[in-house]
């Protein structure tokens, strides 16, 4: 058996590293993650994703999820469990329509039933983060407007407990929603799904003009702070990540459909940098196998087409067009068809997110030692 040692990973170049890594199985490529920092990093941003590229799963938001493991949950047929949210590998589901939730892992085949939050929420708005290459355990934040003390409760696996965090601000103006008979009726409005990169949570909302907010997870008090988004009049837009970045989608005023890329830390004072302009009438003289696919219900077809999800390793966008959904390539400029769901889906509220699995033994807050 090899002896990975620092003083080898140092000296070796990271191509040839990369090259034997990828060949070794993924549960012995998991356990050399704990060899150094610089292995693990390597393993986690290079390997991981160059082996697991193909292993990507389409996932319709808010499917039906039956069967749980038995080991772990004991299920009952009539329950019904949505999928809330995904987080590296992590799947976040809520149990019928109660205020209960399961957190699974389907690569290892863990479950775990999370303890009741602090108080019934009136939205189905939750979000899970998990980052395995810093730690095996995993939060849930459940954002709590209340239009006088905002606040996100949170469930650490670490913990063992939800936890109240009170964060100011006015973010909780931008998601909430008044009903227009009782204008003390507000709800939460979000869109699609959040996403959690490096110790921040980013939920995009669903209000007249869109924004971003940004809750700053890395410290014990949770901040927030409001971010504007390149055409937030326009209802199309979508938030994702692809190798560490997170991108916005949308429309701009000449029906294209663009991809900005989110620069916080720019010295230019843009905080969105626009990577991706595509027209969608060029798209499709460039891929006319894909037109017997389509069934338009107007004579412009490619205003259809709405942003969908965004591939975690590759340069793949997907779009959703009349209860089908396509991928495209960026460079090669190639659309596909593959995916045509057995019910039809609501641009509004579905979505398609693609799931990566992780092979991380999550903690068990159940079990101390674990």
């Not at 009049?233 to 900005?260: A, H, P």
Request: charged fraction near 25%.
């Amino acid at each position: 058996m090899i002896s990975l040692h620092n003083d080898i990973a140092e000296h070796l170049p990271t191509e040839l590293a990369t090259e034997i890594l990828c060949r070794l199985p993924i549960k012995s490529l998991i356990v050399f993650k704990c060899v150094s920092k610089s292995w693990n990093k390597l393993i986690s941003d290079i390997c991981l994703p160059k082996i697991t590229a193909d292993i990507c799963v389409l996932n319709l938001y808010r499917g039906r999820f039956r069967r749980l493991h038995d080991a772990y949950y004991k299920y009952d047929d009539d329950v019904r469990y949505w999928q809330v949210d995904c987080c590296n590998g992590l799947s976040l589901y809520q149990v019928g329509f109660d205020c209960r939730y399961v957190v699974v892992n389907r690569a290892t085949n863990q479950c775990f039933s999370i303890p009741e939050p602090l108080e019934a929420a009136k939205h189905n708005y939750a979000a899970i983060v998990f980052d395995p290459v810093k730690s095996n355990d995993y939060r849930i934040v459940l954002p709590c407007p209340h239009i006088d003390s905002p606040m996100l409760d949170i469930f650490s696996s670490e913990l063992c407990k939800w936890v109240r965090h009170k964060v100011p601000g006015i973010w909780v103006k931008h998601v909430l929603v008044t009903g227009s008979e009782n204008h003390e009726q507000r709800w939460i409005k979000w869109a699609k799904k959040a996403i959690y990169l490096d110790g921040m949570l980013y939920m995009l909302t669903r209000k007249k003009r869109r924004r971003i907010v940004q809750f700053d997870l890395k410290s014990q008090t949770v901040s927030a702070q409001v971010i504007k988004v390149p055409c937030g009049e326009r209802r199309s837009g979508l938030i994702g990540i692809s190798r560490g970045v997170l991108y916005y989608t949308n429309y701009n005023k000449e029906y294209r459909l663009c991809m900005w890329q989110f620069d916080d830390h720019s010295t230019t004072g843009s905080t969105w940098i626009l990577k991706h302009c595509i027209c969608i009438d060029d798209m499709l003289d460039k891929n006319k196998a894909i037109l017997h696919t389509m069934k338009p219900v107007s004579s412009r077809p490619g205003r259809l087409f709405e942003p969908f999800g965004i591939h975690p390793f590759l340069d793949v966008i997907f779009l959703g067009l009349i209860g089908r959904v396509y991928s495209y390539h960026l460079e090669s400029q190639k659309c596909e068809l593959v995916w045509w769901p057995d019910r039809c889906m609501s641009w509004r509220d579905d979505f398609i997110y693609s799931f990566s699995y992780s092979y991380v033994n999550v903690k068990d807050f159940r079990k101390p030692d674990s």
